[in-house]
């Protein structure tokens, strides 16, 4: 079965609307965990505008199931997650003032700051992830970089699921991501997927790519969690992932 982890950061967006501490993060992750998810996934970013670096900190010796810090490798963010030690850490691309994750890495140009930066989160002990566009060139790189696992970057593919509403498996682009998950197994790298999944787009998703380690899904999840309330909605979500 593949591991759901609950992105939270759209429950820090709502509580930083007014202040104050409603929802308490620490409880929704607590909570979260308790209605069924695998994992805690944050991405704190430069303007702290949802997930602050003093939560990441709090959560720490609440989280019980596996804790996964998303980013990009600034000196803060670097600083933080050597600090925390994660289970996991998810390195993203972007540009501090990114509106969301928008790309993956480009392994060659960057393999050089990658592979520092993998080396010294993984000296403590901490697994890494890189965020990859579906583009099997740039998978060798990730594995020569010293990568644990990719995380799949599944925007465009959530894209194209919703514009096709017809057979998604004819799609190219969906080739692009079974054949770069395919290499990513091929050189001994897990695989990990996420951004725009959702309940529609999950389970063609995972049927076709059943080496699929883990989802990190928050956007999605948090707005299905307003119809159908929390613990059901992690559920929903997981019955997706059964083998
Ligand atoms: C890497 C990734 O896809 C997610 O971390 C996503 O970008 C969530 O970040 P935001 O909640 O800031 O949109
Ligand atoms: N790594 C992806 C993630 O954590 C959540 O992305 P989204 O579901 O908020 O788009």
Redesign the pocket.
Same mark, same amino acid.
């Given at each position: 079965m593949t591991k759901l $982890?609950v992105?939270i950061?759209?429950f820090a967006t709502l509580r930083n609307a007014r202040g104050g501490n409603l929802p308490d993060i620490l409880k929704v992750a607590q909570d979260c965990e308790r209605f069924g998810a695998d994992g805690i996934?944050v991405?704190p970013r430069p303007d702290e505008r949802h997930i602050r670096y003093q939560d990441v900190r709090d959560l720490k010796p609440l989280v019980t199931t596996e804790f996964n810090i998303?980013g990009y490798p600034s000196k803060d963010f670097m600083d933080l997650v050597l600090e925390v030690k994660p289970h996991q850490c998810?390195l993203v691309p972007d540009p501090p003032d990114a509106i969301? $994750?928008n790309t993956g890495w480009d392994t060659v140009k960057y393999q050089s700051q990658l592979k520092e930066v993998i080396s010294t989160l993984k000296k403590a002990g901490i697994r890494v992830s890189i965020?990859l566009n579906a583009d099997v060139s740039k998978v060798a790189g990730a594995k020569s970089a010293g990568a644990d696992r990719i995380?799949l970057y599944t925007g465009p593919y959530a894209e194209e699921y919703t514009n096709a509403r017809t057979q998604p498996q004819n799609l190219q682009l969906f080739n692009d991501y079974k054949n770069t998950a395919r290499e990513a197994t091929a050189l001994g790298l897990e695989l990990n997927a996420?951004?725009?999944?959702n309940l529609e787009n999950l389970r063609f998703f995972k049927l076709h790519i059943p080496q699929l380690k883990e989802v990190?899904?928050?956007?999605?999840?948090v707005a299905d969690a307003l119809y159908f309330g929390l613990e059901n909605t992690i559920q929903l979500y997981k019955r997706q992932l059964i083998d």
């Open positions: $982890s992105n950061n759209k996934t991405h998303e998810t969301t $994750s965020f995380e996420g951004h725009d999944l990190s899904i928050g956007h999605a999840l």
